[in-house]
């Protein structure tokens, strides 16, 4: 009977745990993925991972909506809507609930930018779709500065093993990128 109890009072707090837990793999696993497809990893051996990328994200923002969703019915918590949709209209563990609340919207644009790239243009949605990295940094520091769990080594095993490898080929990303170079001189027109 304690059991029940405590499953009542506490199941939308751990629901909620878990959903967020599983968003940030899910969501470090589509950041990695699609870096891989980027930089040609992707169709290395002849597969096409877009499918796995699409699939990871809207995984990952199905996560994220219970992960928010179940805070509504916490019994402690007891957090309004504007509380979890608007940055630091709450002060609870301000600046990671903020962190966490402009992540999450900026996961949902950017992730659902895709259904509409041919209406905002392919370079705008390339543009906006790259800003999905630092959604998921925030998402990172999210979790690790509000989670409950943040300091505990299971969680931050779990952590290290999702974000790592995202991280080690976002950095491999941004150290190899070049920036567009100025027109050769060999290339210019003269004028005689």
Partial sequence: MMLAAALSTQFFWIT?????TVALVLASASVGVGLAISER????????LRVTHEALSLAALAALAVHALSLLLDAYFHPTV????????????????ALGIISGWLMVIFGLS????????????????RLTALAWILGVVHTLGEGSDAGAPWFLAIVAIAV???ALLLI????????PS????TGARTLS
């Fill in 41 to 48: 990893f992707g169709r290395a051996r002849g597969g096409d």
């Fill in 16 to 20: 909620s745990r878990a959903a967020g």
């Fill in 172 to 179: 491999a990303r941004l150290l190899t990128t070049r920036p």
């Fill in 182 to 185: 100025a027109p050769s001189a």
């Fill in 82 to 97: 504007a509380d979890l949709l608007i940055p630091f209209h709450m002060d609870y563990k301000e600046p990671y609930m």
């Fill in 114 to 129: 895709y259904y509409v790239r041919d209406r905002i243009g392919m370079n705008r949605w390339k543009v906006l779709h």
């Fill in 164 to 166: 790592v490898p995202a």
